[in-house]
């Protein structure tokens, strides 16, 4: 707990990940949090109440066996629903957000309680990867080699190497052609689609026929409902109300901007209905890159010269290095199979999601609507409020 370490931000954090270590083992050691591990897990256990504590949206990607969630920002007003004549195992994503709860229920008066050490994610790895080769369901040896051979499926969509929203990306867009009844085999190395993929067809409501890993490729087969009425209603993005998601894009960092049509991208290949709202700085990342003869004033110019001319030009909010952070991620980007900025633009625009420019901010910025990119619109505050009030996600980035 007590090693010091030099403090420089570009290699760690005030806090070195060794202090962090050596907190969480005194933690243990003092008896200040009780853990369990992956492997105390008994599903057959009736005697233990397993609460998680995610958000949502993350236990709709998956649940321990038998678990109920209570959000951690809601776990003080609804401790009155947990018994205290049982054992409490309390989980989150990775053991923070657990411990929290945990530091919470001690507060209360709650004694036999316990925090899942490495929370979800580690049982969920260490399951998925308990076998060679993993099948969900499982199938007859036979009838699995009859739906792994090449007649059987339509389309083949090799994704290895792309990484996260790549794999789905390319999985809608080939699904989306799928004929009713047909099937789909994807492969990829992305190590989060194996526990993706069930959301992702729970929500398009797809059918997951078989999802196998081995030697770091997973391999998932997909097929498409006969019923085609229940897919269309499912799949067209902006049929349901309040299953949205708006994206409010303050900033003109490359690595925020890329976040933001990471996200959005994500979104729109499990069918949800998106919209990014650009204000002020933001502005920057929908002009074209080549120039548009416009006239402005003193001001407007000023504003042009100060701020990037289009997304090539943006910099990093982190490691600026006097210039070429940006080229350095694009670089980083380009070796790890992560698609840039202006691939993930036309993703979005591709899968339908809204680009919708603030007049307000684009007036004060002496922006012109002919300088933005095609296939952007231009809108106020009741525009985005009108989107939002369809979602049920708001981001601000």
């Known amino acids: 707990m ?5 403090y420089a931000p570009p290699y760690s954090s005030a806090k070195d990940p060794v202090n962090m270590a050596g907190y969480v083992a005194d933690n243990i050691l003092s008896g200040k949090v009780k853990i369990l591990h992956w492997r105390d897990i008994d599903p057959e256990d009736t005697d233990t109440l397993i609460v998680d504590v995610r958000t949502s949206e993350e236990c709709a990607m998956g649940l321990l066996p038998n678990a109920i969630q209570i959000p951690l920002d809601e776990l003080r007003d609804r401790i009155g629903e947990l018994p205290r004549d049982k054992r409490i195992l309390l989980t989150c994503a990775v053991g923070l957000r657990g411990y929290i709860a945990y530091r919470i229920l001690a507060q209360h008066g709650f004694e036999n309680i316990y925090n899942l050490s490495g929370g979800y994610r580690t049982w969920s790895m260490i399951r998925d990867t308990s076998a060679e080769d993993t099948v969900v369901p499982s ?47 994807i492969r990829t190395t992305d190590p989060g689609f194996s526990r993706d993929i069930s959301a992702w067809c729970q929500m398009m409501q797809a059918e997951l026929i078989e999802v196998s890993q081995n030697r770091g ?70 002009k074209r890159r080549e120039k548009v003869a416009v006239r402005k004033d003193f001001l407007s110019r000023l504003f042009g010269w100060m701020l990037p001319s289009h997304s090539g030009k943006l910099g990093l909010s982190r490691l600026h290095l006097a210039g070429i952070g940006g080229w350095f991620m694009r670089e ?5 199979n992560v698609y840039s900025l202006e691939t993930l633009i036309g993703q979005a625009k591709e899968n339908g999601v809204r680009m919708i420019a603030c ?31 369809k979602s049920a996600i708001n981001l601000f980035i």
Request: glycine content about 10%.
């Open 2 to 6: 007590e090693i010091e370490h030099a």
């Open 139 to 185: 199938v007859p040896q036979g009838q699995q080699q009859e739906e792994r051979s090449h007649e059987s499926v339509a389309i083949e969509v090799d994704a290895c190497g792309l990484q996260c929203p790549g794999p789905v990306v390319e999985l809608k867009k080939q699904y989306q052609v799928l004929a009713a009844g047909q099937r789909l085999r």
């Open 217 to 286: 490729v997973i391999e998932a087969v997909i097929g498409k409902p006969a019923d085609t009425h229940l897919h269309t209603a499912t799949c067209v993005p902006g049929k349901g109300g309040g299953d949205g998601q708006t994206i409010i894009v303050f900033s003109n960092d490359l690595d925020k901007a890329i976040a933001a049509f990471i996200l959005a991208n994500g979104a729109a290949a499990a069918g949800k209905k998106v919209s990014l709202f650009f204000t002020f700085w933001g502005l920057t990342i929908l």
């Open 332 to 336: 980083v980007m380009k070796r790890k």
């Open 359 to 389: 007049t307000m901010s684009m007036d004060m910025m002496g922006i012109r609507e002919e300088e933005l990119m095609e296939g952007v619109e231009t809108g106020g505050v009741a525009t985005y409020l009108e989107q939002a009030e």
